[in-house]
């Protein structure tokens, strides 16, 4: 199956060192509008380059288009791909808004092809043996969950297309706080309500926020406490998740999983990582096991959708100072 690369900056290179690293799939086509950064990415690859996204989408021997650019435009390159019979992974977040995610996912429906969100982390050694121990009961009955996850931003991020609402459509919750807001619906799933708080605290990006504070509450009344911050100066992503019977850790910063059960004295399992998984082949091969109609653990453009909304009920709570109904 021939794949267009859509985006060809950091994670585009990301994307087409994946493509190149899983069977079935060839990398067949990079387009950027920056003429540099697409014939730089297809010589690597020896593909073609490109400039023009829809000369991609129109090609009838592309199969699957992955889409690595600025938010603004999720939307529209989805939908015409979709359109035009082609499987799409799209990066996070998966648009600017839940209006332009949900058209992403109706577009999709309609046209019986898949759409997946590139929410890598899903493959993430730490996270996946915290998910194997939470499935098979060692924590008992959900509790509750919390973590944070961020970084340092700084001067001359807060004047790049992250910091323009425009672009982007929101601030750090919407930016790299939707891996976690992903990661708690990973594990206890739907959310039916959100309060929450964003701030801009250091950085000059009014409206956009800099801090972003969630609190989400399911059916069954399982609460999951989130953080996201481009004020973060140390570490990304850390959730705990409590249980009746003990609680799991996933860190980021040391890379590690552990378990710590009930009762005293504590019994502390550790599991440590010093070698990843590629995350972005493993996203890739899941996609192709759904386009193949088998069951695949990358998150699909629904879950992508439910991201978006949490963190845009996060911005209309503190707009209010109201719940939000999910």
Known sequence: MKVAQIGCGNIGRHRAE???AVSGLELALCVDTIVEAAQALAERWNCEPGTEW?????????????????????TPISIAALEAGKHVLCEKPLARNPQEARRMVEAAEACGR???TGFNHRFHAQVVQ?????????????????????????????WSWFCDEEIAGGGTFLDNGVHALD???????????ATGFRTTSLWDIAPLEDNGFGLFRTADGWVASLHSSWTQWKGYLYLE?????????????????????????????????????????????ELVKAMEGKPALSATGTDGLRAVEMAYAVYESSREGRTIKL
Request: proline share 6%; glycine share 10%; aromatic share 12%.
């Open 114 to 116: 898949e759409l997946r």
């Open 18 to 20: 994946a493509v190149a």
């Open 241 to 285: 998740l409590f249980g009746a019977e003990g609680f799991l850790t996933i860190n980021y910063d040391p890379v590690e999983t552990t378990l710590v059960r009930r009762g005293m004295p504590h019994h502390i399992e550790r599991y440590e990582f010093p070698v990843q998984p590629n995350t972005w082949v493993r996203e890739l091969e």
């Open 183 to 193: 990661l708690a619906r990973y594990f206890l799933g739907e959310f039916v309500e």
């Open 54 to 74: 829809q000369e991609a989408v129109a090609r009838p021997d592309i199969e699957v288009v992955i889409v690595s650019t600025p938010n603004v435009f999720h």
């Open 130 to 158: 915290a998910k194997a121990l939470f499935d098979a009961g060692a924590i008992g009955e959900p509790l509750f969950l919390r973590g944070h996850t961020g970084h340092g931003g700084g001067e001359a991020f807060a």
